[in-house]
Each structure stands twice: as structure tokens, then as C-alpha cells.
């Protein structure tokens, strides 16, 4: 890239750019071009912001329609057709086929307004103060999401001491057996643990920044349990693992759980446009009028792109079923591509469309990263020490730019450690 704009202007806060050095100028479907028109299977999807790939038609055609019939943008939180119709549809496709109850609350337009709002909601309902949150857990850059997250280099930028968190450790993180919820009980039953009773359990069912570590159905629904023992609400945060990554539309679906809350954004408006969403059981809605809320709070493109793929995806299995299909052929090339590494030094982690290859070195998966990118395929790297090659395509994706993506990253990768084996 010959562009010294960017660097002579934005901030150094810039991140994503560093790693992919390119002018982007369009995209479309599995597919970003950049300003020369070469192609990038895109394996990021806005962090899972695009679960429906880049300029989805079915989606489009929805939002521009309503553009040209000078449908109403921006209303705070005033009553409009675009969000009656989205709540119906979110209803109607999604919370009863589910047998799900719940009311709705439209937070700031980002995943972390969403847990800012949970985290205040659990403290007002339980009148403490010390959320529980959990080893590798990101959930947000503001300052109340960021106290329950643990990255240090994102921490210290805030400048500030962040309190009213504790953190317990994740299913399975303290070996084998795994005795992290005896741990917890122990820990929060005893009041000589000078662990203050919490307000409430704030958890990723997959910890998508954290190193796609993945929580079991018996360690939440031990968790759950817990929850209601101490009488307090078990969050879950479906913000990046949630509309579908995991393969069913909540991350939760499959594990016996039921949370009181559910924290949802990033894919939720179907297009890429900012907007979240707070599920909560309706003996939780103790909120008096005005006493969260937020300027952007009512994007109804937002709310017309959520209507259009919802009921383009999630009015039948079919779309999900599809998903179970595409899930098992990524994990078995992942599984394939462990042979490459020395036995034992590559894992395939993760759930759904939300997996990776753990290749133990964080210097390794960024360069596997950049030589993907370097042939034409957009993939991150996630994890505590960034060791995790991180697929997140578009649930949408075509088999054949499916299968093409995942040769790229393998011939990728024979690159990278033909190039290490040299260097030795």
C-alpha cells in the first residue's frame, strides 16, 4: 500500500489495518476487493459483524427500499413501523420456536453498550455490586465491559483502576479434571473467601478474542445452577458467538441453559450496521423510564436489515442445517492440517463456523496470517498470547469459496513452516 493518509492523520489506535495493508474498495458476498480490484476471501467478516456475507442482496434490496421510501432513520426510542416489525419477526422466528420469554431493550448501538447495560441491570435487580467474569473473557472497550475483561495491554489503557469484577477461572482452563466449578461454589459460599457476593455471572458460552475456548453443557449448566442458588442473573454474552456462529442462532441452544439475560449485536442487523440488543427475562425489567438509554439506540436500518435476514435464514431449519454441514467440513480440514505441525504443538478449537487451529506460538499464527493475506485470504489471530488461527467466514459462503479459502490457508501455512525448517 503507497498511501500516507491514514498514517499522517488516524490515530495510532488503528489495528486491524496493520495487519491486512490494504485500500479496500468494495466488496460483495465472501469476497473484499481493495483499490487495484485484487479479490480477499474474507475469513474476518468484520469479526463476525458480517455473518451474512458483504452486501448480502437479500438484505440490500430490504434496506434500500426503505431508503427510497424515506423511511424513518434515526428515533431515539420513539415507536416506528421498522421497529415494531423487527420485534415481531424477533418474536415470531426466533424467541417462540425456541420457547423463550423475554423483553427486549435497545442499548447503545454496540456489544459493549449491551454489556454495560446487563452488568448495570444485574447490579440494580440484586443490589450488590461484584459481577463475576471469567479468565480469557473480553467483552467490550468501555469501562464498565472492560473491568470484565482481561487482556492487560486493553486494561491499562483505560487509564484507571476497574473494580467491581472478579474473576474465576473457565471450564476445563485448570487441567484435567476440571474442578474450576467446585472452585467457584467453594469460593462464592464462603464468606471468609474475601470475595464479595456476586450481582451477577457474566460468561462467553465461546470465548471468541479469548482463544476460542469452549464452555460445555454441564460446566453451564453447573453454572446456572449456581446462579440460582445465589439468586442472581447468569449473563450470557452472544455478541460475537450469537445470530447464527455457533450454528444455531444462540450460542446457548444446545446446552440446557436458559440465561436471564442475553447480550446480542455485532451480526444482529444482518448488514453491518450498528446495533444491539439486551434480552431479559420480564421479572428483570425493574429499569424506570429513561434510566439507560443512548442517542443511537433506535437504528432502524439496523432493525429493517435484522427483519430482512431473519426472515430470509431463521424461518426454517434449512439455513441451520447448512451451517452443521459446513461446520463439519471446516473441522475436518482443521483436523487435517494438524498434521503439518509436530505431534501434539496444533489443536482445533472452537464450535459452528467459529473455529480455529491453536498452533501454541503467537509469532507462528501471525505469520500464517500475513501469508494468507499475502494469497489473498483475510483470517485473524485470537487467543492470550494471539496463537490461534481464528476462521470466522460468512455463514453464507459458497462451497466452493469455502473450500478455496481453507486451501489457501493450508498452502499457506506448508509456506510458513517450509520457510521456518529452512531458517533452522
Known amino acids: 500500500m503507497n498511501d500516507s493518509t491514514f498514517a499522517e492523520y488516524e490515530s495510532n ?3 486491524y489495518c496493520r495487519s491486512f495493508p490494504a485500500v479496500f474498495r468494495k466488496a460483495s458476498g465472501d469476497l473484499i476487493y481493495d483499490e487495484a480490484g485484487n479479490p480477499y476471501l474474507d475469513f474476518l467478516s468484520g469479526a463476525s459483524s458480517l455473518n451474512y456475507g458483504h452486501n448480502n442482496g437479500l438484505i440490500r434490496q430490504e434496506i434500500t427500499a426503505y431508503l427510497q421510501e424515506e423511511g424513518i432513520v434515526h428515533s431515539l426510542d420513539m415507536y416506528t413501523a421498522a421497529k415494531r416489525s423487527f420485534i415481531e419477526d424477533f418474536v415470531t422466528h426466533i424467541l417462540k420456536p425456541r420457547g423463550l420469554d423475554y423483553k427486549l431493550q435497545f442499548p447503545g448501538p454496540a456489544g459493549t453498550n449491551a454489556v454495560e447495560a446487563a452488568m448495570k441491570l444485574a447490579r440494580k435487580v440484586t443490589g450488590r455490586t461484584n459481577i463475576i467474569a471469567f479468565t480469557n473473557a473480553f467483552h467490550g472497550m468501555s469501562l464498565g465491559a472492560l473491568s470484565a475483561t482481561t487482556d492487560p495491554v486493553k486494561r491499562s489503557a483505560a487509564g484507571i483502576s476497574l473494580p467491581g469484577v472478579t474473576f474465576m477461572p473457565y471450564c476445563g482452563s485448570l487441567g484435567s479434571p476440571d474442578t474450576t466449578l467446585e472452585y467457584m461454589e467453594k469460593t462464592l459460599t464462603n464468606r471468609g473467601s474475601g470475595v464479595e457476593p456476586p450481582a451477577g455471572f457474566l460468561v462467553e458460552l465461546v470465548q ?19 446462579a440460582r442458588r445465589l439468586e442472581v442473573p447468569l449473563i450470557v454474552d452472544d455478541i460475537q458467538a450469537g445470530c447464527g456462529r455457533t450454528g444455531t442462532f444462540f450460542s446457548f441452544e444446545e446446552m440446557g441453559i436458559t440465561p436471564d439475560i442475553v447480550c446480542l449485536a455485532k451480526s444482529l442487523s444482518g448488514y453491518g450496521l450498528p446495533m444491539a440488543l439486551v434480552l431479559l427475562k420480564r421479572e428483570l425489567d425493574v429499569w424506570q423510564p429513561g434510566e439507560h438509554n443512548g442517542t443511537f439506540r433506535g437504528n432502524n436500518l439496523g432493525f429493517v436489515g435484522a427483519s430482512a435476514a431473519i426472515r430470509n435464514y431463521w424461518r426454517d431449519r434449512r439455513f441451520q442445517e447448512s451451517l452443521a454441514v459446513k461446520s463439519a467440513y471446516i473441522r475436518q480440514t482443521l483436523q487435517d492440517l494438524c498434521t503439518l505441525f509436530p505431534e501434539g504443538e496444533a489443536v482445533v478449537k472452537g464450535r ?6 491453536d498452533v501454541k506460538h503467537g509469532l507462528l499464527a501471525e505469520t500464517i496470517s500475513r501469508q494468507a493475506f499475502t494469497n489473498g485470504l483475510i483470517i485473524e489471530t485470537c487467543g492470550r498470547s494471539d496463537q490461534v488461527v481464528k476462521l470466522l467466514p460468512p455463514l453464507t459462503i459458497s462451497d466452493e469459496n469455502l473450500k478455496a479459502g481453507l486451501g489457501i490457508l493450508r498452502r499457506s501455512m506448508e509456506q510458513v513452516l517450509e520457510d521456518t525448517l529452512l531458517s533452522v
Open 13 to 15: 489506535v488503528r489495528s
Open 208 to 226: 471468541g478474542e479469548g482463544g476460542l475456548n469452549t464452555a460445555t453443557s454441564e460446566w453451564l449448566q453447573g453454572l446456572a445452577s449456581l
Open 352 to 357: 459452528g463456523l467459529m473455529l480455529g487451529l
